[in-house]
């Protein structure tokens, strides 16, 4: 029996994968990240920053195609994980932003 035959996705929001630059807000300080993947309801980003547990910070992802408005959301980071030097935060999406 295979395990990808018996799988099923318990999120509600499937996650869409991306490796799109985000900009992210932290106060008057911006960095240029990577948006790894989003959901309905948050976000993976790739970072060389260390970022604090429980952040606020806002994200901008722009838009590639003018038929589609681009991302501009407030962000809190909820989880994060090194690797191969660079920081994977997991950042639940607050709340959308005109």
């Not at 992802?61 to 090194?82: D, G, K, T, V």
Request: with cysteine.
């Amino acid at each position: 029996m295979s395990l990808a035959n018996t799988y099923e996705e318990k999120r509600n929001f499937i996650r869409m994968k991306l490796h799109s630059p985000v900009t992210i807000k932290q106060g008057d300080k911006t960095l240029d990240a990577v948006c790894v993947d989003l959901s309905g309801t948050g976000m993976c980003i790739e970072l060389e920053d260390q970022l604090p547990l429980g952040q606020a910070l806002e994200a901008y992802i722009p838009s590639y195609q003018n038929q589609f408005a681009p991302l501009n959301a407030s962000i809190r980071i909820n989880r994060c994980m090194e690797e191969s030097g660079k920081f994977l935060y997991g950042a639940e999406i607050v709340e959308l932003l005109g």
